[in-house]
């Protein structure tokens, strides 16, 4: 029975001509933007890949100078490019591509994509994603916010429900109808995908990723298709289902995000550049500096180092004591720009965490965090390839600091290794990507929420066609 | 006929709703503009207070040493010491911020504020080297965009003006009295039109009390110029839009004929040619990413660094007024500063080539997408916006170009009073380059 009713709500929509023409829009849409998406990945990744080895080159082929004035002169962490960025690039562009990596500070990343693009990039941006969130909703709601009313107004609901079909039957009929029809219409695009993910430099825990990330995509459409049956058969006329539906769009696609957005920032207030780095200079002062011999900490540091080696000089230590102190203030500065960075990621968190609770009126933002959570192109994904890279720098650091302590003479400030491979045995940077269980315990919540939606608006169906 | 139609739009609920809501988002939107405005505002007056602080305090010193009131510092404090031309125009702490100031109308439009700074601290040498003007805030948030009057005007009111109009014709006939309306002696369409001239001045005036009220109540300027520039620029988008309500409703359809149809228009210009003009720009106009600009940048470095001895070679051969000294512990605080000069001015040359290929492309990319703004009314709206909140792109191009020359004035000034072992007086301080105060 129930796909009877499934054929026939299908059947309808195929002949609709307005149908027609709007999901081979949205198909057309979608195939394009996959394809561009994919060639696009294709050649940041390559031009990721390069640099990775460019930047290590040139770190290895540095002109021979002092271990500490290597560590000023630094290197860079480039942040990989996700497989999955091919579907959602999430917040790629808003975030920089690299970040450079020094001694004494721990830097942001820089060069933000969206900065250098033009303008329009800031209305929307034709990914899949962006296709799959807000424009396959809209077919459904044009698919189906009429299933109930037009057979009301054309007098037919009366003759099947005659037959012995219960409402709520025939409502999950055609429920079950319009949600395969969209499985249907998009299978070809999600075996696309899958042949694009394929043919990229994936990793096993990706397929995985795009299966979950589909799922998710079929769950939000249920509620969709749910909501505008539910409509549909509430409403007196066509008419008022389809103002109903668009309305809870708009609210659900544009307003609801936007008003969250400025609402998480006054909840959350982000600090300004300056009161920010106001914040770190103020803690930097409380510790040895490496640079300043004769500040109070630094002096404190110097008597306690002195005492223990049971010296009255530095000069007369049985190691370089610039190196110990540089690695004493890289510690303490460390310590003050990971403090500094969790903070505002916290704040970022909290922002995070407005925008998830504005999802009781808006299940699309559910899914836009969702969806770049699992692509890997979220914003905690890149915290974490923050603080990877960090974490390579402090090592490095490290490396450069104690080859000069150990190997160098006070106050010898010409010195170059010895070993003349010294730079090219220095720690490489090796990134590991956020693993599948990290991803499922940062979206458990939102993946549940999304399931809510979906139970209370099949709920709805069931009050509505009792 | 005008009479009938203001006593029908007061009997509509839905009036007195639209009306509610429009205040309530503009009031909203205005705040949050005003609010980004007032931080704005709030960090130059701090960034200035932080200017004036370091050059007041070097001043007084010197005032102090000029009136023999102090001695000069030792030449091993020279870091502190007010009268050299690296202290006050070179080192960490030193420099003059270049700030644009928010226009009267900044609060309309968020625009590109959140991608591009509003101010650069420039010392010699480097444009902001502490990168002290970054944006904290939540690039998600800043993805997802802000919820100003831009917005709210650009996005919102036509769909409030689709939802006023869509129907005006066919709910006649879903009600059965368009039978009524034409037996009438009037011509229907000129009805329709009458309607909506009338629903559009109704809207019009609506937008411009409320927005009147919402400035007055949060103090942004009503006597601008580019407030009437922003009332014109309204009245000819929501004609547009009005337009499309015409045409749609004079097909005579259904009601949720012309639902369907006005939402579509607004998809097409709002999300679809937008979307699908900034792919086509990013596919024939591509930006080389900034990952290969920072290859090259470290490249150059190396590069500079490997030059090192023929740079240095070539600088103490122009400059024979400089013996170079043999090795590094000779070297004075002057030739590490010397020598490092010279070696920045070979590694700008090479990244100045490299910055302005980067840019190029970049231009190339913007200038085809802003061709074809005129193909949607909601992009030319949204820009003109930026335009007249002084946010666009353009502001903020001319921002740099014109901070990139104060620099080189700066530059040149303390430069050139360094290598001429220049000391500075109390008098040279009042005659430091400024960077140019907002012209038009």
Do not use: C
Not at chain 1, 287 to 293: A, E
Not at chain 1, 404 to 412: F, M, P, V
Request: avoid cysteine; aromatic fraction near 14%; glycine fraction near 4%.
């Amino acid at each position: 029975m129930l796909l009877h009713i499934a054929k026939k709500e299908w059947k309808e929509a195929l002949r609709d001509s307005r149908f027609r023409f709007a999901a081979g829009l949205l198909l057309i849409l979608l195939f394009a933007s996959m394809v561009v998406s994919y060639n696009y990945y294709q050649n940041i990744n390559q031009e990721y890949q390069q640099a990775k080895q460019t930047v290590r080159q040139e770190w290895e082929g540095q002109v021979p100078k002092n271990p500490h004035s290597a560590a000023h002169f630094g290197t860079y962490a480039f942040k990989p490019v996700q497989p999955l960025s091919l579907i959602d690039n999430g917040l790629d562009k808003y975030l920089g591509v690299s970040i450079f990596l020094e001694a004494h500070k721990q830097n942001t990343s820089q060069y933000r994509q969206i900065a250098d693009q033009n303008d329009l990039a800031r209305f929307a941006e034709l990914t899949p994603a962006f296709v799959f969130t807000y424009l396959v909703p809209l077919l459904i709601i044009l698919v189906s916010f009429g299933t109930f009313t037009a057979e009301k107004e054309n007098g037919t609901l009366q003759l099947l429900l005659s037959q012995g079909v219960s409402k709520f039957q025939l409502g999950l009929g055609k429920i079950t109808g319009t949600w395969l029809l969209m499985l249907a219409l998009l299978l070809p695009i999600f075996l696309l995908g899958f042949i694009f993910i394929l043919s990229s430099e994936f990793q096993a825990d990706d397929l995985l990723r795009y299966a979950l990330l589909i799922i998710t995509l079929l769950l939000y459409y249920g509620i969709f298709v749910n909501l505008s049956v539910a409509v549909s058969a509430w409403a007196k006329s066509s008419n008022v289902a389809l103002v109903g539906l668009l309305g809870f769009w708009i609210v659900s696609a544009l307003l609801v995000p936007k008003f969250t957005s400025n609402l998480s920032k006054m909840l959350h207030p982000a600090p300004s550049a300056i009161e920010y780095q106001a914040e770190i200079k103020e803690n930097l002062e409380k510790g040895v500096d490496g640079h300043n011999p004769f500040s109070e900490k630094s002096k404190l540091f110097e008597d306690s180092v002195l005492q223990a080696n049971k010296v009255d000089s530095v000069h007369k230590l049985p190691f370089n004591y610039s190196g110990l102190i540089m690695q004493a203030g890289e510690e303490h500065e460390t310590v003050v720009y990971a403090k500094a960075m969790k903070k505002l990621n916290d704040i970022y968190f909290a922002q995070l965490q407005t925008h998830q609770a504005s999802a009781f009126l808006s299940p699309t933002i559910l899914v836009k965090m969702l969806s770049m959570q699992i692509a890997k192109t979220d914003l905690q994904t890149h915290y974490d390839f923050s603080q990877q890279a960090e974490n390579y720098r402090i090592a490095l650091v490290k490396d450069l600091n104690y080859e000069l302590k150990d190997n160098s003479k006070y106050g010898d400030w010409d010195y170059i290794s010895s070993d003349k491979d010294f730079f090219k045995k220095n720690i490489k940077f090796d990134y590991k990507p956020v693993s599948m269980t990290d991803t499922l315990k940062n979206t458990w919540a939102s993946l549940l929420f999304l399931m809510v939606w979906f139970t209370v608006s099949l709920v709805a169906v069931r009050v509505i066609l009792k | 006929m005008l009479k009938f139609e203001i006593k029908n739009l007061s009997r509509n609920p839905f009036v007195g709703l639209l009306s509610a809501l429009l205040l309530v988002l503009i009031l909203f939107a205005t705040f949050n503009g005003k609010q980004r405005v007032d931080n704005q505002l709030a960090t130059i007056q701090k960034l200035k207070e932080k200017e004036n602080k370091f050059y007041e305090n070097h001043r007084t010193v010197l005032d102090s040493i000029e009136k023999g009131l102090k001695q000069p510092l030792p030449e091993a404090s020279w870091y502190k010491s007010p009268e050299y031309p690296i202290t006050v125009g070179a080192i960490r702490g030193s420099g003059s911020y270049a700030v644009l100031t928010p226009a009267p109308l900044s609060a309309v439009s968020t625009g590109q504020s959140d991608l591009f700074p509003y101010y650069f601290k420039v010392a010699v040498g480097n444009t902001n080297a502490g990168r002290d003007n970054d944006n904290f805030e939540n690039p998600f948030n800043t993805a997802q965009g802000q919820f100003d009057l831009a917005f709210v005007l650009t996005f919102i009111l036509p769909l409030l003006i689709i939802a006023l109009t869509y129907n005006i014709l066919s709910a006649e006939r879903e009600r059965g009295t368009l039978p009524l309306l034409l037996s009438m002696p009037l011509n229907i369409k000129q009805w329709l039109l009458q309607k909506l001239v009338f629903n559009y001045l109704f809207i019009n005036i609506l937008i411009f009390v409320l927005l009147a009220l919402s400035f007055a109540f949060f103090g942004i300027s009503l006597t601008d110029f580019s407030f009437v520039q922003l009332l014109f620029a309204l009245a000819l988008y929501s004609l547009f839009w009005f337009g499309m309500a015409y045409l749609v409703n004079s097909l005579g359809k259904s009601s949720s004929f012309n639902a369907m149809s006005l939402l579509g228009v607004w998809l097409f210009f709002t999300l679809l040619v937008p979307s699908t003009v900034n792919m086509l720009a990013t596919a024939l106009y591509p930006v080389p990413s900034r990952v290969e600009f920072v290859t090259a940048q470290r490249q150059m470095q190396n590069q500079t660094e490997k030059q090192k001895e023929k740079i240095l070679a070539a600088f103490y051969q122009k400059n024979a007024q400089f013996e170079r000294k043999a090795s590094e512990s000779e070297k004075t605080w002057q030739d590490w500063w010397r020598e490092g000069f010279a070696e920045d001015e070979y590694a700008e040359q090479m990244l100045q080539k490299i910055k302005q290929d980067f840019q190029a492309k970049a231009n190339a990319q913007r200038n085809f997408a802003n061709g074809f703004q005129y193909v949607s009314p909601v992009i030319l709206f949204q820009n003109t916006l930026n335009q007249i909140a002084k946010t666009d792109t353009k502001t903020y191009m001319d921002f740099q170009e014109k901070v990139e020359d104060f620099e080189k004035e700066w530059s040149a000034y303390f430069k050139g009073k360094f290598m001429k072992n220049e000391k500075l007086t109390t008098k040279d301080y009042a005659n430091f380059p400024k960077f140019e105060k907002e012209s038009k």
